[in-house]
């Protein structure tokens, strides 16, 4: 089995290996796959974390060895924070997006074979037990953030992607998708029991989960729909004031932290 790390800030995971293809999500910084297919340029990976499948351009990775990537694992996990941070080494540098998950040497470096770097920046500081005291305050930080289909940054994010990031500042792990996060957590049946950082999850015609989006308090909502907005909700679903209707319709409601 072969493995690889993405090795640049922010790269398109695409449905297909084209350009033009669909991107179905992004792929951050140091984050591990699986290699399930090379072509010429293009490969088929499943991350590991999440088990997500698509096609990365060759050049945008490197592979790694089992013992490699172990070896990697051992450092101390670190999150970039919201302010984020910067990689450098004696000849390159870039920028990194909140949330990047970096496994840091007691230098604070970032060391693979011909890949060794020194991270300098915010690192986040969240807990679970900060959970219900901090999330609404890191949700509302991306308010006005544009919508980009697969996003999963500042500079772009969608619905699932957002709740994925602001739920992993405090180390509870979500699936990628919409639907994904709705299969598991807890469900909170009346609209009176919601608590803050609850996800609302809301469904399309056909009764498919499309949409989720991260409870404020028990009727308001911020969520990703042509950028990071606030609106209010109820046992109908989502009210958009400007345009004067409802524009998701609810369908559950889930806990996720203790």
């Known amino acids: ?28 910084f140091g984050e591990l796959f699986e290699i399930l297919d090379v072509e010429l340029d293009w490969t088929a990976i499943r991350l590991l974390e999440t088990g997500y499948l698509g096609w990365i351009q060759n050049g945008q990775f490197k592979e790694l ?81 544009a919508y980009l289909w697969g996003g999963r940054s500042q ?27 709705a299969e598991i957590g807890t469900t909170v049946d009346f609209i009176s029991e919601i608590r803050t950082g609850d996800l609302a999850y809301f469904d399309n015609a056909e009764g498919r989960i499309t949409h989720v989006g991260i409870m404020l308090d028990r009727d308001t909502i911020i969520h990703a729909s042509a950028k990071v907005r606030i609106d209010r909700m109820d046992n109908e679903g989502i009210f958009n004031q400007e345009l004067n209707r409802y524009s998701h319709k609810l369908r559950i409601i889930k806990r996720y932290n203790a």
């Open 1 to 28: 089995m072969k493995y690889g790390i993405c090795t640049l800030a922010l790269v398109p995971l695409r449905s297909k290996q084209a350009h033009r293809s669909e991107m179905v999500s992004q792929v951050l």
């Open 65 to 145: 060895e089992a013992e490699e990537m172990e070896g990697y694992l051992k450092g101390k996990l670190s999150l970039v924070g919201r302010e984020g941070g910067l990689l450098f080494n004696a000849t390159d540098q870039f920028s990194l997006c909140h949330g990047t998950k970096l496994y840091l040497d007691e230098f604070n470096r970032f060391h693979l074979a011909q890949l060794d770097m020194t991270y300098q920046g915010s690192i986040n500081s969240f807990s679970g037990s900060d959970f219900e005291t901090k999330v609404a305050e890191l949700a509302r930080s991306y308010k006005d953030t």
């Open 155 to 181: 500079w772009g994010i969608d619905c699932s992607g957002f709740s994925q990031l602001i739920y992993s500042c405090f180390g509870i792990a979500l699936p990628r998708d919409a639907y994904q996060q």
